[in-house]
């Protein structure tokens, strides 16, 4: 059974640091890509940040560059999102995502862990 698990989310000052873990189980994992997405009020789907299979190559959304870091630890079937320097906007919910590195069309999702930066 696939399973892409998410935690570490939690309610955090501005200006504060959070890290999200995403444990995967049921494949693969590292053949598998790995994105980080996050979804917030009222606003569409967004790509945060993505590592390839060995974590050689990463990529991050305009938004989180240098304030976010992706990692991957593939002996634990794990993938890491280092936030930090979080502002009020970065209050979204955040999801794992994998992508099978030969067919892009076989993906999971995670269940989401909700982040929220507040005062």
């Known amino acids: 059974q696939v399973q892409l698990v998410e935690s570490g989310g939690g309610l955090v000052q501005p200006g504060g640091s959070l890290r999200l873990s995403c444990a995967a189980s049921?494949?693969?994992?590292?053949?598998?890509?790995m994105r980080w997405y996050r979804q917030g009020p009222g606003k569409e789907r967004e790509l945060v940040a993505a590592?390839?299979?060995?974590?050689?190559?990463?990529n991050y959304g305009d938004s989180v560059k240098g304030r976010f870091t992706i990692s991957r630890d593939n002996a634990k079937n794990t993938v890491y999102l280092q936030m930090n320097s979080l502002k009020p906007e970065d209050t979204a919910v955040y999801y794992c995502?994998?992508?099978?590195?030969?067919?892009?069309?076989?993906?999971?999702w995670g269940q989401g862990t909700q982040v929220t930066v507040s005062s």
């Open positions: 590592i390839t299979t060995s974590g050689a190559t990463t």
């Open positions: 049921g494949f693969a994992f590292s053949s598998y890509v």
């Open positions: 995502n994998a992508v099978y590195m030969y067919k892009y069309e076989e993906t999971y």
